[in-house]
């Protein structure tokens, strides 16, 4: 990676939850770590796969999942090809689909680090 930018995407995954009148927020924490990032020579974009896919909405069993699909994750991740991808992990409840978001990323990019990210991984690592 020497001699030339790293490139970062820093993501908040779809959310698997039981009640979809959540609402998306502004991905502020992403925010304040692209700008960092951006401070020291990183290229950075932001995925808010949440608020861009809202209006696709899976369901399983008692769950829903709202967010872009995990093809159109995909797509962007293969169009951007980043060196690293970021991870917002907040809630523990979102275990498994944060897993499945950093399987499909190395699946993907095997050569990317996948860093996740948040009050989770944090306390619980």
């Known amino acids: 990676m020497a001699g030339r930018e790293i490139k970062t995407l ?9 009640d979809i009148a959540n609402e998306p927020y502004p ?5 304040y770590i ?5 401070e020291n020579g990183f290229g950075v974009r932001i995925l808010d796969a949440f608020s861009e896919g809202r209006e696709n909405i899976g369901q399983e069993g008692d769950y829903f999942t709202v967010g872009l699909p995990e093809e159109a994750i995909r797509e962007r991740l293969l169009e951007y090809k980043p060196d690293i991808v970021g991870i917002s992990w907040n809630f523990t409840n979102f275990f498994d689909s944060r897993l499945q ?5 190395k699946s993907t990019l095997p050569k990317c680090l996948v860093v996740l990210g948040g009050a989770h991984v944090t306390m619980e690592y």
């Open 34 to 38: 692209a700008a960092c990032l951006e």
């Open 10 to 18: 820093l993501m908040v995954p779809p959310l698997r939850m039981r």
């Open 101 to 105: 978001i950093a399987d499909l990323v």
């Open 27 to 31: 991905p502020i924490g992403l925010s």
